[in-house]
């Protein structure tokens, strides 16, 4: 079984629509997660950041860790074409070591 | 804004042959990380550097290849020799310190074994 699972997609959403992106983790132990989102041919930039479980916003975006489910989400409102990219999930027990996700590739359609 | 330099972009060679990747961390980042990055895949580690030191190296295929940073600043990955199921992007990244700062990602070098 992976760390760390991730639906590929693709997702194909409306300008405007609200975005849902998932992950699931099987160490109990992870207390970091990450979102990155990585435009094509390009390395992954860091959307968001969050420590232990609990809700972080930043703009637009929305991250929710739900630890008793093993569970995180990013949440993106008011989706816009320039959000089209592939979103990473990342995280780890320690600090020192991070387990990413497969990514799931993201359209918003004009 | 500091960023992670890497290079080359792009690099085409035919198996068996030698490749070299750099990369210059953030100024001041202890920490450096090689990842790669298979086509729909996400990153996995290839070796972890605090410093001058290898932290993790479990994931390295040390038979053919190798990394180093010697100073404790720029780092050098290295295969050879190169495979087929070599070709990925490959990338670097850097944290201030091992403490859960979230990686810096440069923008990868795109290999391609012919």
């Known amino acids: 079984q992976k760390e760390v699972e991730q639906d590929p997609g693709p997702l194909s959403v409306p300008e405007g629509a609200i975005v849902s992106l998932n992950c699931t983790y099987s160490?109990?132990?992870?207390?970091?997660f990450m979102w990155y989102r990585q435009y094509s041919r390009k390395g992954p930039e860091l959307l968001m950041y969050?420590?232990?479980?609990g809700n972080k916003e930043d703009g637009r975006f929305t991250a929710q860790v739900d630890k008793s489910s093993k569970y995180i989400s990013l949440f993106i409102r008011d989706s816009q074409p320039s959000d089209s990219a592939t979103y990473l999930c990342?995280?780890?027990?320690?600090?020192?070591?991070?387990?990413f996700g497969t990514g799931t590739s993201l359209t918003v359609i004009p | 804004e500091a960023e992670v330099a890497q290079s080359p972009r792009y690099k085409i060679t035919e198996k068996s042959q030698a490749v070299a990747f750099w990369c210059d961390p953030i100024s001041g980042h202890a920490t450096l990380y090689w990842y790669r990055q298979i086509l729909g895949q996400g990153p996995e580690l290839l070796v972890q550097f605090q410093d001058e030191s290898v932290v993790d190296d479990s994931q390295l295929p040390k038979d053919r290849f190798s990394a180093e940073r010697l100073k404790g600043v720029d780092s050098t990955l290295k295969i050879q020799p190169a495979e087929l199921g070599d070709s990925a992007m490959y990338l670097c990244a850097s944290s201030p310190w091992t403490g859960g700062d979230p990686n810096t990602f440069g923008p990868g070098t795109r290999l391609t074994v012919l």
């Open positions: 990342a995280m780890s027990a320690t600090g020192n070591q991070f387990y």
């Open positions: 969050t420590y232990s479980s």
């Open positions: 160490n109990s132990a992870f207390q970091y």
